[in-house]
């Protein structure tokens, strides 16, 4: 049938008898993430508020191209942090 969607079923997990799920990468807490973009966007040194490791930026260059996306990501613990470049631009 054209235009009908088919659900997709997650394959059984043979260990629990559950569903299997994509893992997500973790996250930092709402006001971790702040708190780590403000510095980002004010070019400030950055480290992890979590476990205070080295935070990795990518795309490397410092401003990032309006509107593109910037990942901040803690090298120690893997805790990632994500915004578009940009964004609060102009806003007032």
Do not use: W
């Amino acid at each position: 049938r054209s235009g009908t969607a088919l659900a997709t079923v997650p394959a059984p997990c043979s260990a629990n008898g559950g569903f299997m799920r994509k893992p997500r990468p973790a996250t930092f807490p709402t006001a971790q993430a702040l708190h780590v973009i403000a510095c980002d966007r004010n070019s400030e040194p950055l480290s992890c508020p979590s476990c205070s490791g080295k935070i990795e930026r990518t795309p490397n260059a410092n401003p990032a191209p309006p509107r593109s996306q910037v990942t901040l990501r803690c090298r120690d613990c893997g805790r990632v942090a994500r915004y578009v470049a940009g964004g609060a631009a102009g806003a007032a």
